[in-house]
């Protein structure tokens, strides 16, 4: 009796902690759930050439998804992402094809992303537009200039070395998704672990609480919508690498799915609620699906329905974790 006694606090314990992290990340079991069905479902899917090509395939995404997580959390949104994706590929890619300096193409990529980034966060921030409307107005600008630049054609002329980039494999992985793995291990930190991350946590969950507490929110959104198009010029410079040229329209087809696989992962889209580490598991949710359904070779059409009720499922767990927190 005693013996049993002495385990039964011990249990409760064990069950709560995993209630909580379930709580706190519940895309894990969704992804658990995916796998195993999958690799029993096509003995292709667990294959390294096919995680490779999740990983490649992704990582544009991925990126677009640490910056629209940054501005969600604001309680903000960046309909302008993927256009600025677009238009970073096209300048970048000009800039190179006229020069053949990679250094200068990356340069140009970084600073194309910055520029619209800082544009959202000043009309945003200081300025206090309405984020849908202010960066609906940039996402047709990036979008106009992408296609102004470029006359509609892919841009050619993308130097070698940054083409063979892409055949580049460090420790088993390629090399664009080591790239991608660090900004997401260094945006998991900053986030969650620094003062900087706790100003636009608070100023998401109470904006008036955060201004009272001394936060400047003008600052701080103006720095969440300059790092989230800094990100997007990076992934418009992996959109080079991974197709070989500027594509205008790369970013136009990925809006619906970076905010699909943040509200996935279970980021509120009313702020103060997520991270990028639920981000990642949001985004791996649907690389898996479609990866899985084109192996089952399942048609283009019935994939967008299952994901759709995914990304219903995500936003109901979203709402219903920041109701209790």
């Known amino acids: 009796m005693d013996r049993a006694l002495t385990q039964n606090p011990q249990a409760p314990t064990e069950k709560a902690r995993w209630h909580s992290w379930i709580k706190q990340y519940p895309a894990a079991p969704i992804i658990v759930v995916l796998l195993v069905a999958f690799s029993t479902l096509s003995p292709y899917f667990l294959t390294a050439g096919n ?8 990582s ?3 990126l677009g ?3 629209m997580t940054m501005v969600f959390l604001t309680g903000g949104i960046d309909l302008s992402i993927s256009t600025v994706i677009s238009a970073s590929a096209v300048i970048a890619g000009i800039v190179m094809a006229q020069t053949d300096s990679i250094s200068l193409g990356i340069a140009t990529a970084l600073v194309t992303g910055l520029a619209f980034g800082a544009l959202n966060g000043f009309l945003i921030g200081y300025c206090k537009l309405n984020p849908f409307i202010t960066t609906m107005g940039t996402q047709l600008v990036a979008r ?4 102004l630049l470029s006359q509609g054609i892919a841009v050619k002329g993308t130097p070698l070395g940054l083409m063979d980039f892409s055949f580049v494999v460090v420790l088993g992985l390629p090399a664009v998704s080591i790239i991608t793995l660090v900004i997401t291990a260094l945006f998991i930190v900053l986030l969650g672990y620094t003062s900087w991350g706790r100003e636009v946590l608070l100023l998401g969950s109470n904006r008036s609480a955060a201004r009272y507490s001394g936060i400047n929110t003008a600052r701080t959104e103006l720095s969440v919508y ?7 010029g990076v992934a418009g410079l992996i959109s080079i690498i991974n197709l070989g040229n500027a594509i205008p329209g790369v970013g136009d087809t990925l809006l619906l799915i970076i905010i699909g696989g943040v509200v996935l992962g279970g980021t509120s889209m009313t702020g103060g609620e997520g991270s990028v580490l639920r981000t990642v598991l949001g985004v ?13 070779g399942i048609p283009f059409y019935d994939q967008l329905i299952i994901q759709g009720v995914l990304i219903f ?3 109901g767990l979203a709402q219903h974790l ?4």
Request: charged content about 10%; proline content about 0%.
């Open 51 to 58: 995680i490779e090509s999740v990983l490649i395939a992704n």
């Open 60 to 62: 544009v995404i991925m």
């Open 322 to 325: 920041s109701r209790r927190r």
């Open 144 to 147: 106009g200039i992408a296609f």
């Open 65 to 67: 998804a640490i910056g």
């Open 226 to 232: 300059l790092l989230a198009g800094g990100l997007a």
């Open 313 to 315: 499922v995500g936003n």
């Open 284 to 296: 791996a949710i649907l690389a898996i699906l479609t990866s899985g359904l084109n192996l089952l």
